[in-house]
């Protein structure tokens, strides 16, 4: 999960994730050898993971997809609707609320919808998303308590819980839904978006700490998935969003000199993109770059140059059997390698690269990392290597689609038309 502070994402996962890749990387080169393309259905079938459609099929079975969110949420939803990372203490994220809601939307479950809702409103915005930012970090106090740990927001998360609020209010024909996310868009617009001279409109990480210097800014270029910012485009025209989607194409090609997106990039007149506080790695949260630029409709403007600008992956997975866990924006170097949810997030961006053979591999990678017991990924399933493959698997089953405009498509709007 991506860090508030400066810190970098916890040592102990990076390497467990690692020990199991080890043992991956041999199971895989093993059966690569001598698999075709048609032997990798029998082997899906055999071992218990759902087989990627084929690229013809228009409109592949999305059933696969709700049991592994039906899965998601017997681990990690409570009843009341909060989202709980137990691989941190069982604290709760304004991100772990926002893709909740998102994906209570894209399987159209209303209540469970409005269950998550009302409890980000009542524990993270004091009591109403349509007045207030949500406090980023919930959890236990030294105290004992629980409660809000951390006030400040999280852009990201924001964006996507207006952008969330405004399909619901379009897609369920709920009006109050489409008022609070119009408001919340306001918010984000007021508290969380600065124009830079020569650059344009741009999306600040949070309401606080980020504005680094008189002239200096710090941003996240995962916290900006286009069709997001589209679609917050479309719905809002007069708000800040068509600027920042005119710009993000640019942005994301001036911070990726090797094809490779950052965590975290700074930017001043003086030195242009530059190294931020937090260094020069892309991991745990540029990943996700790579997840939007896939998911992206195609038609979409600008889809193709982001997804062109980030080709550093698809090289990299040329010869390589996984993605790396760490990669170094400014010289292109690469470390170690990444978790289950790694490989479920490239998928979508590899089959828009038509780069079947690097697909396979991540879907032989996800199988074997499949666990039937709890249908999740990865043999101690991280809240944030599911989300991951809940969108990028959602993607796949066209549970989740964009149309050129930002707007969801979720698969059961198709079928009442």
């Given at each position: ?55 013809g099929n228009s409109a592949p079975n999305p059933a696969p997809w709700y049991q592994f969110w039906s899965s998601y949420q017997a681990r990690f939803i409570d009843p009341q ?337």
């Open positions: 999960m991506r860090e508030r502070s400066l810190q970098a994402d916890p040592a102990g996962r990076a390497s467990s994730s690692a020990t199991r890749c080890g043992h991956l990387r041999c199971w895989l080169q093993s059966r690569t050898r001598w698999l075709g393309l048609g032997s990798l259905a029998m082997l899906f079938a055999v071992e218990g993971c759902a087989m990627l459609p084929s690229a609707g909060r989202v709980i990372d137990w691989n941190d203490g069982g604290i709760t994220t304004s991100e772990g609320q926002s893709y909740a809601l998102f994906f209570a939307l894209v399987a159209n479950h209303p209540k469970l919808f409005q269950n998550i809702l009302t409890w980000t409103q009542d524990n993270l915005a004091q009591g109403s998303l349509a007045a207030h930012l949500p406090a980023w970090r919930w959890g236990e106090r030294p105290n004992k308590t629980w409660g809000v740990l951390d006030t400040n927001s999280a852009a990201d998360a924001d964006l996507w819980i207006a952008y969330t609020l405004l399909q619901a209010g379009r897609l369920w024909d709920r009006n109050s839904y489409t008022a609070m996310g119009t408001l919340l868009a306001k918010h984000i617009a007021q508290k969380e978006v600065v124009t830079l001279p020569g650059i344009g409109t741009m999306l600040i990480p949070g309401n606080a700490g980020f504005h680094i210097a008189p002239h200096t800014y710090v941003f996240n270029p995962s916290y900006l998935p286009l069709p997001v910012v589209e679609g917050l485009a479309h719905a809002l025209p007069h708000g800040p969003w068509r600027a920042m989607a005119a710009h993000l194409p640019g942005f994301i090609k001036a911070v990726s000199p090797h094809g490779f997106a950052p965590d975290w990039v700074a930017y001043s007149p003086q030195e242009g993109y530059h190294m931020a506080p937090q260094g020069a790695d892309g991991s745990y949260n540029a990943i996700r770059v790579y997840l939007w630029a896939g998911m992206s409709n195609p038609d979409t403007p600008g889809a193709q140059r982001i997804l062109d600008s980030v080709s550093g992956m698809a090289n990299y997975l040329q010869s390589h059997l996984l993605p790396p866990v760490s990669e170094n924006w400014q010289t292109g170097a690469t470390s170690g390698t990444g978790p289950t949810g790694f490989s479920a997030a490239l998928i979508p961006y590899l089959m828009q690269k038509n780069m079947n053979p690097a697909v396979h591999n991540q879907w032989l990678r996800l199988n074997a990392d499949y666990d039937r017991a709890d249908g999740l990924y990865g043999k101690t399933a991280h809240y944030y290597d599911q989300n991951l493959a809940l969108f990028a698997l959602g993607w796949v089953y066209h549970t989740i689609q964009f149309d050129r405009n930002g707007e969801l498509k979720p698969s059961w709007s198709n079928r009442k038309q």
